[in-house]
């Protein structure tokens, strides 16, 4: 498969600022290092970086995220929202919603994980990386950064991702359709500008409600890892603050902050 088409992305566009700068290259370090660097010297709202492959693709706390070329979708896009910096869990969640959107559009039965996974099946097929810069109390800019494993096969999968591939799938092997890559970008950046607008213009409480629907998480008893710590209980949702809300068996209700999840 060749490179990205730039014009097959923006004739599929219906939004207003997002994707109306575009940058699409072949090879980047990181698209989030990439955006973060436009947006520091002022690229307006909207402006979407998309690479072809990533030599330094990252994941949350310093991880990695793997990023072949010619088969998948690595995408940021710059936002400027008049938003305290504490909020920033709800364009992860805002993203993921947008993600599992567009996913279902393309025939993938997905689901979300919190805080930043979209699953096809019980594996992971895509992750959401959200940066900021912080002014005061408030966010001067933030970055939503989206890897999406689309037209990898099993062989490709094995080969590219190593270790984590056992536990890795990508939208192809899911559905066992070929993804448009091009028609996939701009379908993710027009809901992404969607929910966006919603989320600026409604708040948090239709986003809880939209996440929560689309969750596999909810009902189920989990596992929360974060350094030496393992929580147990059944997942309930997310709170105003975005953390994840885990019922013990004692009956209390604990505030998971952040770790990896895994369903028991
Ligand atoms: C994430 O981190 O899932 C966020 C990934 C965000 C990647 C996008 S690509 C565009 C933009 N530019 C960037 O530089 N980043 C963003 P986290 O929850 O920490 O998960 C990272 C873990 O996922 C790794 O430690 C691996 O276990 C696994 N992983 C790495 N590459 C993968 C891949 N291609 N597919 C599935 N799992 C992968």
């Known amino acids: 498969m060749s490179l990205l088409d730039r014009r097959a992305i923006s004739e599929r566009l219906d939004t207003e600022s997002f994707g109306r ?20 010297n002022g690229a307006p709202h909207g402006t979407v970086v998309i690479a072809d492959s990533q030599t330094r693709g990252r994941g949350r706390m310093g991880r990695k995220w793997l990023s072949p070329p010619g088969c998948n979708l690595y995408i940021s896009v710059i936002l400027r929202p008049a938003l305290p910096a504490r909020d920033a869990p709800f364009i992860t969640f805002v993203a993921s919603i947008a993600l599992h959107e567009a996913a279902t559009g393309a025939g993938v039965k997905a689901s979300i994980k919190w805080p930043n996974d ?24 933030m970055v939503v950064g989206i890897g999406v494993n689309l037209n990898m096969t099993d062989k490709m999968l094995a080969a590219e991702l190593g270790e984590v591939a056992s536990e890795a799938t990508s939208f192809l092997v899911a559905s066992g359709r070929e993804v448009d890559r091009e ?5 993710l950046i027009n809901q992404l500008e969607k929910r966006y607008t919603e989320f600026m213009s409604a708040g948090k409480g239709p986003i809880i409600q939209q996440w929560t629907k689309r969750c596999g998480l909810i009902g189920r008893q989990v596992e929360v890892c974060e350094g030496d710590s393992v929580t147990r209980g059944v997942a309930e949702g997310i ?23 895994a369903i028991v």
């Open 183 to 187: 028609a996939f970008a701009a379908s």
């Open 118 to 141: 979209l699953l096809a099946g019980v594996k992971k097929a895509a992750g959401v990386l959200t940066e900021m810069e912080v002014e005061g109390e408030k966010a001067k800019y």
């Open 239 to 261: 709170n105003e603050a975005g953390h994840l809300l885990l019922r013990k068996t004692g009956g209390e209700v604990e505030e998971i902050v952040t770790g990896d999840v």
């Open 21 to 40: 700068t575009m940058y699409v290259f072949s090879e980047v370090g990181s698209t989030n290092e990439a955006a973060n660097e436009l947006a520091s």
